[in-house]
């Protein structure tokens, strides 16, 4: 599944820039797979968060009515079970279902069912979703559950759910983490996989799919209701389970043809909402590529019937790999490349190639439990770029995943930062589990040790590993073995310093040259924020591989393991420079001396390759940010990149940039920076303009830098002419002073739409802004939506603010829209103190309308703030509230602690970054 982390669920997709649990801040999992929970004792509710083992779902069937245009779904779940010992009480999952029969039908010697045993359900009312199925008499040995039930459709795009669109109702599923339990009564853990056989009543006017390929479809009955049956799957777990129903458009591929490794032609679709099948086309055509790519690398062909892909309106994550049934937003699937951003078109690839690897990684071998859900997410993350990287190469996976990983290196470096592998102590771990450690850390980590054991011996181990355990579940220590018997030497030791401990290694490095030969000097410590209260006690088992030159010829590389406090790695000669990580692929930052950084970016940086700029961009940054160097001389080196030939390198510091204005410097300090700014940047975003000129045709790199660049010096450097400019095409985009409620594709580039009509907005009057919010409310576009929303919420103006903020309360937002007003107030500095006073006047109508994942991430909200006053605010409103929220307490820790690093930044760095600009 793709959900971005806690801060990229605002920034990110908000933005438009992708019991309680005890908050603990050094967890170091133990090297065993923790135990499977002990049997209840009889009655009992389950302890550890898990149901006791001793009951085995073997086979699901259901039988299920669903029309989107009710309120309400029933059906009848049967679940073949296996009983160690008798018992009169079994525990199961089901939460908010009104059950209407529950029986156990024991299965006979001649294969028949015996009797029914009528037995008495009670669902908790706790975030664990447990269930009892009592009975008058002990059960025991082989039978069959029947049970019988009505739902409401999920009203927080969770387990079965509606959207209404363009007049029309859908039903969708959204199972991952938890919500499978609130669809059906079941076994909802991913342990438990069984076959399922499914049968879906449906209006005979809708379409019905689901995870398994169609076995038959009756004529309509005398209620206008078709019958569909699919055909049985192969064991899944209840998370993987979905189904959609509704009017789609449905866009029937070509099969996709046999590879090597497989030897049948794969069924292939598109499903889209109504009006919006031609809509598929980037997708129909460029799908089966991504999936060549992957069966090629696994060695094992794709392993289901049939492959949809369906748009889903509003959906609360970015996609979810449903076996056979892949569910993506629509804002991810229905791309075209004359109207996308470039970057959304680059990103469909990477979300693609990302769910469609979880056929493998997740689907066909699944986690035994949820502490190693990366065996999912980060195996699906890693593959992802480098699938890309093998379909497009001039995409540059590489340097893509590089700047995932550095900003994630800034979640890793809180004290309340969780482990790739963190025990689940509560179902709040399970929220939490998916954030950008698990996602990114671990892809980074991934890709480290690929390079380190070497790729042939790592794919082996992977091909092995997929072999070992398909349609089963495995763990962890079933990986590293695979892997170690590959590579030939021990992995587990070296994996474990990175995935069950926290925090990110500072490797430090010196050259030396003398009589005995040339080596890099390497220590290793934990890097630390300024004023972060993380504890020193860490040491990694560190691949580090190090860049060295003369001033002409080709650079090497030269690696080594550091395992210990010091290290060195020796060199055949002495050179001019290093640069202490190699391609940007090792999972750590790195500080040189002041002459070797001198050395580097003297004589070595026109050397580097795009990723090992980055990595210097980033420990400069975390230099600054630890104050272990000035802010005047950080600030200089990095505004020396703006000219870079590579748009990602001249980019990559605006963020630091933007946060400097944001939350460190007063307005006439502000001023001054944008000044700078300008002058860094304002040359070349004057060359590249607000789209190419004569409209010649250009690369999409060239594209992708005026995104950057001209958007920066629009909405952050304020550069006053490209302000004036980006006004004019704003309103052209919405028509202004016309009747029409539609927007003008043609008047701004797709890629700066949003940036354009964001400064209309903030130089417009209320006139304007009523204008906008006429389009909105006539717009179904997700794409169009996301920009007129994000451009809206970034109003100054306290008056227009708040009707912002009462959007959030509109039912005529789509519930994944419902943050984007309130996180773009917050986000402005102007409006930030009056929109977190709305969030706690509104907080539990907020909550009402959020799913259970958003709910979770309210107290990141803040995250922009910098005093800790603040702090302390946040920790009073949240502190009642947070065991509510899934996830939540975790996520306050790392907030707050986040608000109190930037103000002991500010004041450890703050003078001397005033000095500066006063040069």
Request: with cysteine; proline share 6%.
């Amino acid at each position: 599944m793709i959900r971005p982390s806690a801060r990229l669920l605002f920034v990110s997709l908000v933005l438009g820039c992708g019991g309680s649990a005890a908050v603990q801040q050094s967890s170091v999992v133990t090297d065993e797979a923790p135990p499977a929970p002990a049997p209840a004792a009889e009655g009992a509710a389950p302890a550890e968060g898990r149901l006791p083992r001793g009951v085995q779902p073997t086979r699901y069937g259901l039988d299920l009515t669903i029309d989107p245009r009710e309120s309400h779904f029933s059906g009848v779940v049967t679940i073949d079970v296996e009983l160690a010992e008798a018992r009169r009480v079994l525990w199961l999952h089901a939460m908010d279902l009104e059950i209407t029969e529950a029986v156990f039908q024991p299965l006979l010697a001649s294969g028949d069912f015996g009797p029914t045993r009528t037995g008495a359900m009670t669902q908790a009312e706790d975030e664990n979703g447990f269930a009892s199925l009592a009975f008058p008499e002990p059960v025991e040995g082989e039978g069959r559950l029947v049970i019988a039930y009505r739902a409401p459709f999920g009203a927080a795009l969770g387990g079965i759910y509606k959207v209404e669109h363009g007049g029309e109702a859908y039903a969708f599923t959204q199972m991952e983490p938890l919500s499978a339990r609130t669809a059906f009564p079941c076994f909802d853990e991913p342990a438990f996989k069984t076959p399922f056989d499914v049968t879906l009543h449906v209006d005979a006017e809708h379409f019905a799919a689901a995870n398994a390929p169609l076995a038959s479809r009756s004529e309509p009955d005398g209620e206008g209701r078709a019958t569909v049956r699919f055909e049985t799957t192969p064991p899944i777990s209840t998370y993987l389970f979905a189904l959609a129903v509704g009017p789609f458009d449905v866009v029937e591929g070509e099969p996709i043809p046999a590879s090597e490794v497989r030897a049948e032609p794969l069924p292939f679709r598109g499903l889209a909402p109504k009006g919006r099948g031609a809509e598929l086309a980037y997708t129909m055509e460029h799908t089966p590529a991504i999936l060549a790519e992957l069966e090629g690398y696994f060695g094992v062909p794709y392993p289901y019937g049939k492959l949809d892909m369906v748009a889903v309106p509003d959906f609360e994550a970015g996609a979810m790999e449903n076996v056979g049934l892949v569910t993506f937003r629509d804002t991810i699937l229905l791309v075209d490349e004359a109207r996308t951003p470039t970057r959304r078109m680059r990103f469909w690839a990477y979300i693609v190639a990302h769910e469609l690897a979880h056929m493998w990684f997740g689907d066909l071998v699944t986690m035994e439990w949820w502490d190693d859900l990366w065996l999912n997410e980060a195996f699906a993350s890693w593959m992802e770029h480098r699938v890309v990287a093998g379909w497009r190469p001039a995409y540059e996976a590489d340097v893509e995943l590089l700047q995932w990983v550095t900003r994630v290196m800034d979640e890793d470096s809180l004290s309340s930062a969780r482990a790739i592998r963190q025990p689940i102590a509560s179902s709040h771990d399970i929220h939490n589990a998916f954030d950008g450690i698990t996602y990114g850390k671990g892809a980074g980590v991934l890709a480290m040790f690929e390079r380190s054991l070497g790729e042939d011996a790592f794919r082996e181990g992977i091909r092995a590993y997929v072999r070992a355990h398909a349609e089963g579940n495995a763990t962890a220590e079933d990986l590293f073995r695979a892997l170690a018997q590959a590579a030939g030497r021990e992995v587990q030791a070296p994996f474990d310093t990175f995935v069950t401990q926290t925090g990110v290694p500072l490797v430090g490095a010196t050259l030396t040259c003398g009589d005995d030969g040339a080596r890099v000097e390497l220590t290793q410590s934990r890097y630390r924020p300024v004023g972060s209260p993380a504890t020193e006690d860490r040491q990694w088992q560190i691949p580090v591989c190090v860049r060295h030159g003369q001033r002409r010829g080709e650079p090497a590389v030269t690696c080594g393991m550091l395992t210990e406090a010091t290290g060195s790695i020796a060199l055949e000669s002495c050179p001019a420079w290093i640069h202490p990580n190699a391609d940007g692929i090792g999972y750590y930052r790195w500080a040189l001396d002041d002459a070797g950084l001198a050395a580097l970016r003297e004589q070595g940086l026109a050397r580097l390759t795009t990723a090992e700029k980055l990595s210097l961009v980033d420990s400069l940054e975390a230099a600054f940010t630890a104050d272990r160097a000035e802010p005047g001389a950080v600030l200089d080196a990095l505004l020396a990149l703006a000219r870079d030939d590579h748009h990602t390198v001249a980019a990559a510091p605006l963020g630091l940039y933007a946060t400097l204005l944001d939350q460190h410097l007063d307005q006439a300090q502000a001023d001054r920076f944008r000044a700078r700014l300008r002058r860094a940047y304002g040359a070349e975003g004057r060359r590249l303009g607000w789209a190419a000129r004569g409209g010649r045709t250009e690369s999409e790199d060239v594209r992708l830098r005026r995104a950057a660049i001209v958007g920066f010096l629009a909405i952050d450097a304020e550069d006053p002419q490209v302000r004036r400019e980006g006004e004019r095409r704003g309103r052209a985009y919405v028509r202004w002073g016309t009747e029409d409620a539609t927007v003008d594709l043609e008047a701004v580039s797709a890629d700066l739409a949003q940036a354009a009509l964001t400064v209309a907005i903030q130089e417009g009057d209320a006139a304007f802004f009523e204008h906008v919010m006429g389009v909105l409310a006539r717009t179904e576009d997700g794409v169009v939506r996301g920009n007129l929303l994000r451009a809206l919420g970034a109003t100054r103006d306290p008056e227009l603010g708040a009707r912002v903020l009462a959007l959030a309360l509109d039912p005529a937002l789509r519930v994944n829209e419902v943050m984007v007003p309130v996180a773009r107030q917050i986000a402005e500095p102007a409006t930030r103190d009056a929109a977190w006073t709305w969030v706690q006047a509104h907080f539990d109508e907020l909550v009402a309308r959020l799913p259970p994942g958003y709910a979770g991430y309210l107290p990141m909200l803040m995250d922009d703030a910098c005093d800790p006053a603040t702090a302390e605010a946040v920790e009073a409103f949240f502190g009642s509230r947070v065991e509510a929220l899934p996830g939540g307490p975790r996520n306050l820790a790392a907030v707050t602690e986040s608000i109190r690093l930037c103000g002991a930044l500010h004041e450890a760095q703050g003078a001397e970054l005033a000095r500066w600009l006063e040069r």
